[in-house]
C-alpha cells in the first residue's frame, strides 16, 4: 500500500508563534484541554479574538479542537509541538556546537580563558 504525504499546513508554525497571546495559549493549554471561553477568561482579550488565535494555531498544527456538546475543546497538537521543537532542537544543537567549538579554539589560542578582541 502506498502511503501518502502529510497534507501541507495552512500555517507556519513559527508565524503562529510570534504572537504573544498565541504563546500564552500555547502555555495555557500546556496544562491541558480548554474551551474558547476558558482561555478568554485568562487573557485580556475579546472570546472572538481568541477564536481568532485558536484558528491560527490550528491552521499551524499546533492545536487541535474537539466537540462536546455546543462547545469545543481545545488541547495541544502532540505532532505539531514536536516538529517545532526538534527544529529549534537541530538548529540550537547545531548553533551550540559551533559556537563552543569556535569558543574552545579562542581559549586555546588566546590563553588565560579569555577570548582576544582585534588589537
Known sequence: MMSMAPEPLAGDPFEALGDAHRRTILRLLSDGEGSVQEI???LPISRP???RHLR???DAGLVTARAEGTRR???LHDAGVEAVE???RQ???DAVRRFALLADNTTEAGGGGRARGPA
Open 40 to 42: 478568554a477568561d485568562a
Open 49 to 51: 479574538a481568541v477564536s
Open 56 to 58: 491560527v494555531l490550528r
Open 73 to 75: 475543546l481545545y488541547r
Open 86 to 88: 526538534a527544529y529549534l
Open 91 to 93: 538548529t540550537w544543537g
